[in-house]
């Protein structure tokens, strides 16, 4: 395993544990406009990568189709929609700021369908991860360790204020300290697994790329407006939601142009 590779799948994990850690340093819980605020810059973050990252790529590696170069990208969308929407519907979970779980009725506390609703949406980003370095590692000539690199640094910011928003919450509710950063550290594990097994499949099935490619920017999409837009819209002022979302769209434009 190079360096590099090393980086990549480790970087987004850092990011969730170091957001996870602002329990020990913060006396409250985040306030809604905090919480709407960062909830939009992660959305901005995943749109961008989800295009830059992963649907341009996949549609420039299919250019030998010609006119049908697009389908790869819209294949692999589609089946990254169907699989997140499959997962939300079989695991039960918990949404901030909402008292209904969602997925099967399952007697799991509280705090359990909390963790599990943002370990939900890490996976795609641990699989948009993982393609994206599986691709430099097949020599692809649209995606470089740089390219690599820079989506690993994206997810990793997004993933900062993630680790906060599940870890402050877990405080309020009256868990220790040390149990809300486990457990906020607990809900970043999956994107360095789902990594490593994204990188593995994809060495098996290399002319899959631009589906698995494709697959994750869908998978990723879906989390963004079936979940963090409406957090980022909820209750008053939520056009602070909005002008952080171009915020993280913004910054990922910034990395993957500078970086890239």
């Avoid at 819980?29 to 919480?35: D, E, K, S």
């Avoid at 699989?127 to 994206?132: H, I, L, R, S």
Wanted: with cysteine; charged share 10%.
């Amino acid at each position: 395993m190079t360096t590099e590779m090393i980086q990549g799948v480790l970087l987004p994990f850092l990011g969730t544990a170091l957001g996870a850690a602002c329990v020990f340093v913060m006396r409250k819980t985040l306030h809604p406009t905090v919480q709407r605020a960062l909830t939009g810059f992660a959305a901005g973050v995943m749109v961008a990568a989800s295009v830059w990252s992963l649907l341009i790529p996949a549609m420039e590696q299919a250019e030998g189709m010609g006119q049908w170069a697009f389908f790869p990208a819209a294949a692999g969308f589609w089946l990254g929609i169907l699989f997140l929407l499959a997962l939300d519907r079989t695991i039960p979970h918990l949404h901030q700021n909402s008292d209904k779980p969602e997925g099967p009725s399952a007697q799991l506390k509280r705090t359990t369908m909390l963790v599990l609703a943002v370990t939900l949406h890490n996976i795609p980003e641990g699989m948009a991860v993982g393609v994206v370095l599986a691709g430099w590692m097949a020599g692809s000539g649209t995606i470089t360790a740089t390219g690599a690199l820079t989506l690993s640094i994206g997810i990793a910011l997004q993933n900062f204020p993630e680790g906060a928003i599940i870890s402050m919450p877990l405080r309020a509710e009256g868990i220790g300290k040390g149990r809300s950063f486990l457990y906020g550290v607990l809900s970043g594990v999956v994107e360095p697994l789902a990594a490593l097994l994204t990188i593995w499949a994809a060495g098996l099935i290399l002319p899959a790329l631009p589906y698995l490619l494709s697959f994750a920017a869908g998978a990723m999409i879906y989390v963004v407006v079936e979940e963090l837009i409406p957090e980022a819209s909820a209750g008053e002022h939520s056009n602070l939601g909005t002008l952080f979302f171009a915020a993280g769209f913004t910054v990922m434009l910034v990395l993957d142009v500078a970086l890239g």
